[in-house]
Structure formats: C-alpha cells, structure tokens
C-alpha cells in the first residue's frame, strides 16, 4: 500500500539545468509534504515544505509545487548543481503520529 | 545548529543478540521517531513516541523491539533477538510539534547482524 510514490527512480540532469521531481500520493486527507534530500551513508536531510493552503513554496534554489486536485507535489531545482546529486524524499505527515516517505528518486547532476 | 546525534555510527552482532541503538534528539523536541532503511529500499516507519509512550508503530516493530526514553536526553531502540533480516540503516528523528512542522533525522546507525 503505497501511499507516497515517486515513479522515477533515476534522474540525470546537465548542471545549470532545472531538475524536476515528481511526487504523487493517494489520501486527500494529507495536507503537510516535505521533500528530503539524503547522501549515501547519511540520514535525510530536510530541504523544502509545503501545506495544503498553499500550492507553492521557494526557498532560494527550491520550489515546491501542490497540485491537490491531482493528488501531485513536484520540487523544482534551479540552476542544478553537482552538490544536489543525491536520493531525494517526498514524505508527508500522515495526520497520525508518522511520517510516510516515497521511495525516492536519484538525482544524478552532470557536470 | 541543534541535531540529532546517534551512536554507534555502525554495530555489527551476531545473530540472536541484542542491540541498543542510541539517539539524542533536539532538546525542544518532543516527538520522537524512529525509522529504518534496507539498503536499496524505502525509509520505512518503525515507531513514533511522545509523553513517554508510544505513540504509533509500524507492523515490523514486533516483541522483539522497544523503545525507551530513560532520562531527559536519550531515546534508545532495543532489538533483543536479532536477526540477519534486521540489518538495515537506523534513523532516529525528533520534531517540535506534531504536525505541520520537519522532523529532524540524524546521520543513522548501520546495524549488520551476521
């Protein structure tokens, strides 16, 4: 039962590009998203969130996109850099005492 | 910058002993979490913690885990009969509220059970 999905598993970017990862999710009923970024070896790192009032949230080279009516959250990366390669996170607070995380997407940044 | 500390940074066991993983959350936290990774895999939910119980906790915490705050600072995960399938990375996380807020994770225990 996947509540968070994250369908690409892989993503190469050229440096400077934008890097876009995608996000979609099941309950309604969530309304807290996060995205995490997480090396190897390493816990994941908190980058960017955003409530379900809002449908976009910056934060210098972050941005957060809410589709509520498609059940979809996107993070936008711009310009991407070698230091962002990495497993990005979507999670959401599950309105109960847990967060549920996707299962990831590699971001491979290219020099 | 307050963060979450954990220790050991990796433990390895034989089989059938019991391991505690140690944490210290951020001192104005008062949730606490903690969560595995098999290698490859999804960071998954063990247990959830606050006012000193358990909160929520996840089908894979069994008998065989438990969790302890023992003083104002420490929050420990106990497996007391390992097994090879435990191996994992261990994440301990904190946050300030309950929602509408980040939980904070620390840099992991990798446990290997052999």
């Known amino acids: 039962d996947q509540q968070v999905k994250q369908n690409s598993p892989s993503l190469s970017v050229q440096e400077g590009r934008i890097s876009i990862l995608n996000c979609d999710y099941t309950?309604?009923?969530?309304?807290?998203f996060l995205w995490y970024k997480k090396y190897p070896a390493e816990g994941p790192t908190f980058l960017i969130s955003?409530?379900?009032?809002?449908d976009k949230n910056e934060d210098g080279r972050f941005t957060v996109f809410l589709n509520k009516s498609a059940k979809h959250l996107s993070l936008h990366i711009v310009p991407s850099q070698p230091g962002d390669s990495a497993v990005y996170f979507c999670?959401?607070?599950?309105?109960?005492?847990?967060?549920?995380f996707g299962t990831g997407t590699r971001l491979k940044v290219l020099a | 910058e307050p963060e979450v500390t954990q220790t050991p940074s990796h433990q390895v066991t034989q089989m059938g002993q019991e391991v505690i993983l140690r944490c210290v959350p951020i001192?104005?936290?008062?949730?606490f979490y903690w969560y595995r990774q098999i290698l490859g895999q999804k960071v998954e939910f063990l247990v959830s913690?606050?006012?000193?119980?358990?909160?929520?906790k996840s089908e894979i915490f069994d008998d065989q885990f438990s969790v302890e705050r023992p003083d104002g600072s420490n929050f420990t995960l106990k497996i007391r009969s390992t097994k090879l399938e435990d191996s994992a990375m261990y994440f301990c996380?904190?946050?300030?509220?309950?929602?509408?807020?980040?939980?904070?994770f620390g840099q992991g225990t990798r446990l290997t059970v052999v």
């Open positions: 001192s104005n936290h008062l949730y």
């Open positions: 955003i409530s379900s009032i809002k």
């Open positions: 999670a959401t607070y599950s309105g109960t005492y847990k967060y549920i």
């Open positions: 996380a904190s946050s300030e509220y309950l929602a509408s807020t980040e939980a904070f």
């Open positions: 913690f606050y006012n000193n119980e358990i909160s929520e």
């Open positions: 309950n309604s009923m969530f309304d807290y």
